[in-house]
């Protein structure tokens, strides 16, 4: 008859459809149901021994379910980062008008406010606490937000360090510590500028200091979160002298609970819930590099098992990365190869907000990233002031420069010119005379005012003139040559002429020696 309750058992879609649970609620029911058994009659449904048919008949229920689709619990997903960002400018914003309230700049900062918001921003200033709350104690959706009291949160300055915070003092019964949990792991809301105008230390520092100090009537506690007042003719947000909250009721669950969607649509984010903040906090501190067992104190769990369970359901890009680049690279780890894991370069540049893709890029070194300090108030005045002191102070030869006192002085050019000798001798008290004395320098002999028109034109003018000059001067060698190659020749026929005469002459010689032997042989026959 158990097993056949959970067969029949059905829940309510959003849309109205029935469905088999899911099977963490069909597992939170059925562990209900034995606790009360064995309170009220002394018998465990999952004894074996008694009911041997149990465990069988369960795991048909699961199959059932995990057939159906409806294994898995969808968790709280995290709040988007232009979300985030988008309400640290929309909170920053409320914090400077309230401020200015009363003083000339005030009408001027309001403009700055979407006009929806104009009318409660002491409302828009309530959701920022609550935010604010939720982000840094990492608190769930609406848990005790209702019954906190104003006095228990204080400002303390830590003794050691220069670290100034807001703390909620004092224990609360909760989900995971029924008995009070711990208040020294509480979550703290830090004196830091965490955006170009946003403080959550001042958000929560003027809030405090709208509500009304005196007691509820009913209870006689002074509650965190009282029900802001409506706009009429008798009261208006921009009254000075108006109190902004009622002093005798607070706020209900419903309110607390439409903090983030209410955020979320003056922003004009995607609406999301309370809890996802929490959720967003636990997955903040997981990327930053700490510890399940440090996340867990100040998010009350009292084992990392249910924590890794409920918010580290998934592995993101870059665990991804790396896990498939060791299975990629196994063969050569196993031959004994150095293997470095895959690290992925950012799809978008640090400056990009826009949310359109880019070409994705592997490394295999991994890119050096510059961390980020967030600095108090007190902090960024001093730094600032460092910098200013630290800042080299420029020569007057350099703020002459940027002045435009010399705009067409070329020192590529000048080096190349003999006015360069004399800008050498360039004093820094010369850059504050005169044009006159500048003049007058300039007929001293001096390099005076650098005229780049006449420069150029002087220069085109002797560029021509060395190029006749070379013109003539080839001329005249290819002249000089021609009479040398001439003369050459010249000697040459007339040594050839030479040798030519003395062959000719012992031919003639040799020929009449011959002709006289044959004639005397002739007249003896």
Request: glycine share 6%; proline share 4%; aromatic share 8%.
């Amino acid at each position: 008859m158990f097993f056949r309750y959970f067969f029949q058992y059905r829940v309510k879609g959003k849309t109205g459809e029935e469905m088999l649970p899911k099977r963490q609620t069909a597992q939170a029911v059925r562990s209900r149901l034995k606790s009360e058994l064995i309170a009220q009659y002394k018998i465990d449904i999952t004894d074996n021994l008694k009911f041997p048919d149990n465990e069988k008949k369960w795991k048909a229920l699961v199959m059932e379910i995990v057939a159906a689709g409806r294994n898995e619990t969808t968790h709280h997903e995290e709040v988007f980062p232009e979300t985030m960002l988008a309400i640290y400018q929309l909170l920053g914003k409320v914090v400077a008008v309230l401020m200015a309230r009363g003083t000339p700049d005030y009408q001027r900062l309001l403009a700055t406010i979407p006009a929806d918001v104009q009318g409660r921003l002491h409302v828009v200033l309530q959701w920022g606490a609550i935010f604010v709350l939720q982000m840094f104690e990492v608190r769930r959706g609406v848990e005790n937000l209702e019954f906190l009291e104003a006095p228990d949160f204080k400002e303390i300055s830590d003794k050691l360090w220069d670290f100034q915070y807001i703390k909620n003092t004092k224990s609360e019964a909760e989900k995971n510590n029924p008995g009070g949990n711990n208040t020294r792991c509480h979550g703290v809301i830090p004196d830091l500028l965490i955006s170009d105008n946003f403080n959550p230390f001042k958000l929560f520092q003027l809030y405090k200091s709208l509500i009304p100090v005196v007691p509820n009537k009913k209870t006689g506690k002074i509650y965190l979160f009282p029900k802001p007042r409506l706009s009429s003719k008798k009261f208006s947000p921009h009254d000075t002298a108006a109190p902004l909250y009622e002093s005798n009721q607070k706020v209900g669950k419903n309110t607390i609970m439409d903090m983030l969607p209410n955020l979320c649509q003056l922003t004009g984010s995607p609406r999301q819930t309370n809890h996802c903040v929490r959720a967003t906090m636990v997955m903040y501190l997981r990327r930053a590099g700490f510890a399940w067992e440090d996340i867990i104190k100040i998010t009350g769990h009292h084992s990392t098992v249910t924590l890794v369970k409920n918010y580290d359901l998934k592995l993101e890009a870059r665990g991804l990365a790396e896990m498939a680049g060791a299975l990629a690279n196994g063969p050569k780890e196993a031959l004994g190869e150095d293997v470095q894991l895959v690290k992925l370069g950012k799809r978008k540049a640090a400056e990009d907000t826009s949310v359109e893709p880019k070409k994705n890029k592997e490394e295999v070194e991994p890119k050096k990233t510059e961390e980020v300090e967030l600095l108090t108030a007190k902090e960024e005045v001093e730094l600032k002031k460092t910098k200013e002191e630290e800042e080299p102070k420029k020569t007057k030869e350099e703020e002459h420069k940027e002045g435009d006192v010399w705009p067409t002085w070329d020192k590529a050019k000048a080096l190349e010119t003999e006015a360069w000798e004399a800008w050498e001798d360039w004093d820094e008290a010369a850059a504050s005379q005169s044009l006159d004395d500048l003049v007058a320098m300039y007929e001293e002999d001096s390099w005076g005012p650098w005229d780049e028109v006449e420069d150029k034109t002087k220069v085109k003018a002797e560029e021509k003139k060395d190029t006749k000059e070379e013109t003539k001067v080839k001329a005249e060698e290819k002249e000089t040559k021609k009479e040398v190659e001439l003369a050459t020749v010249i000697e040459e026929a007339k040594l050839v002429e030479q040798m030519m005469g003395s062959i000719v002459r012992q031919a003639v010689e040799g020929g009449g020696h011959l002709l006289q032997t044959w004639l005397n042989r002739k007249t003896c026959n």
